[in-house]
C-alpha cells in the first residue's frame, strides 16, 4: 500500500509558539524513532549556525533552504542517499518559501507519502501575505491556526512593525528580521488604534513652528 501524506500549514503571529511547537514536535518524533527532517529559510539570519531556536531556548540543527533550493531534488537526493523516506518533514518561517518551493513540498508529499507541516507568519506588518504562506493557504491539505492573545484579551492578527520608540511603522521592505525591538503582535482593532496615535504623533512633529 502506497503511503498518504498530507501537506499542512500551521499558522500565527509573533510569539505565538509555532517554533517551539515545531521543536517539541520534532523530540517526540526522535523519542519514537520516527524519520524526520527540520528545515528552515536561510533568510532569517539571526543565526549563525543552521539552527532553529526557540524564545524558550530549545533548539534543533536544521537544513538550510536557500531561494534557490529545489527542495524536491533535495528530498530525493536524501531519501536516496541514507534509503530512507523521511516520515515528517518540519518546517520552520515558511511564509520565506518561494511559490514554486511550496509547489516542490506538494510534490514530496504526492510522490513520497511523506508528511510535510509548514510553520509561519500568515501576513507581514501591513497585513499583506507572504508569497510562501499565499501559496500554502491554496494547496495544504490541512490548515491550523496557531492562536496568541493580544494585551486586550482579543485574539492577535497583526504583525505590527514597531520603531525604537515603539510607535507603529508602516513603510518599509516586506522582509525585516527582528524580534521583541522591531514586532509586536495586535488584534486588529488595537492596531488601527496604535497606527493612528503613530500618525498624530508623526503630525506632530513636523509641523510647522
Not at 16 to 22: C, G, Q, V
Not at 71 to 93: C, G, P, Q, R, S
Amino acid at each position: 500500500m502506497n503511503r498518504i501524506g498530507k501537506l499542512y500549514f500551521r499558522y500565527g503571529t509573533m510569539g505565538s509558539a509555532k517554533t517551539a511547537l515545531l521543536l517539541t514536535t520534532a523530540y517526540n518524533f526522535e523519542e519514537r524513532g520516527m524519520e524526520y527532517l527540520c528545515m528552515k529559510p536561510i533568510i532569517d539570519n539571526r543565526e549563525s549556525e543552521n539552527v532553529i531556536r526557540s524564545r524558550i531556548g530549545i533548539e534543533r540543527r536544521c537544513l538550510w533552504i536557500y531561494p534557490d533550493s529545489d527542495l524536491y531534488e533535495l528530498a530525493k537526493n536524501i531519501f536516496e542517499e541514507t534509503l530512507v523516506v523521511k516520515d515528517w518533514i518540519l518546517i520552520d518561517e515558511a511564509q520565506f518559501l518561494t511559490r514554486q518551493q511550496v509547489d516542490q513540498l506538494a510534490r514530496i508529499v504526492d510522490d513520497y507519502g511523506s508528511n510535510v507541516v509548514c510553520y509561519g507568519l500568515r501576513t507581514d506588518f501591513r497585513t499583506e501575505m507572504f508569497e510562501g504562506s499565499k501559496r500554502l493557504f491554496e494547496i495544504a491539505d490541512t490548515i491550523d491556526e496557531i492562536k496568541s492573545t493580544c494585551s486586550c484579551g482579543r485574539k492577535t492578527i497583526v504583525n505590527a512593525r514597531i520603531d525604537k520608540d515603539g510607535m507603529i511603522v508602516t513603510d518599509g521592505n516586506q522582509v525585516e528580521i527582528g524580534g521583541d525591538d522591531k514586532y509586536v503582535a495586535l488584534c486588529r482593532h488595537c492596531w488601527l488604534n496604535r497606527r493612528m496615535e503613530s500618525a498624530e504623533r508623526n503630525a506632530l512633529k513636523f509641523r510647522p513652528e
